[in-house]
Nanobody
Framework: QVQLVESGGGLVQAGGSLRLSCAAS????????MSWYHQAPGEQREMVAL???????NYVDSVKGRFTISRDNAKNTVYLQMNSLKPEDTAVYYC??????????????WGRGTQVTVSS
């Protein structure tokens, strides 16, 4: 079994910062891309940032210059540093990873999500 567990969400004032973490555990052979999504109430889940196994990154326009995605391959962990937070960043943030497990087939895994609330 493979699991993704997020941490680091919370309540912060506009202009503040939060750092999200997501640790993958289980029978993991390899982790390819890792990414963060967010979903606000009544809206669709949207990719916020992605990092490949080689370290290339991609961001949705609304967070460019404010958010930074990084990963620690030795710890099977991905991070999202969120600075200059805005009320519109309020959402549940989900971790996603494309993982090759001991069973040999690549599969997309999701965490359960962590709430980020930015007050004005």
């Amino acid at each position: 079994q493979v699991q993704l567990v997020e941490s680091g969400g919370g309540l912060v004032q506009a202009g503040g910062s939060l750092r999200l973490s997501c640790a993958a555990s289980g029978s993991i052979l390899r982790i390819d891309s890792m990414s963060w999504y967010h979903q606000a109430p009544g809206e669709q889940r949207e990719m916020v940032a992605l990092i490949t196994s080689g370290g290339s990154t991609n961001y949705v326009d609304s967070v460019k210059g404010r958010f930074t995605i990084s990963r620690d391959n030795a710890k099977n962990t991905v991070y999202l540093q969120m600075n200059s937070l805005k009320p519109e960043d309020t959402a549940v943030y989900y971790c996603n990873a494309l993982i090759v497990s001991a069973y040999g087939l690549p599969k997309n895994y999701w965490g359960r999500g962590t709430q980020v609330t930015v007050s004005s």
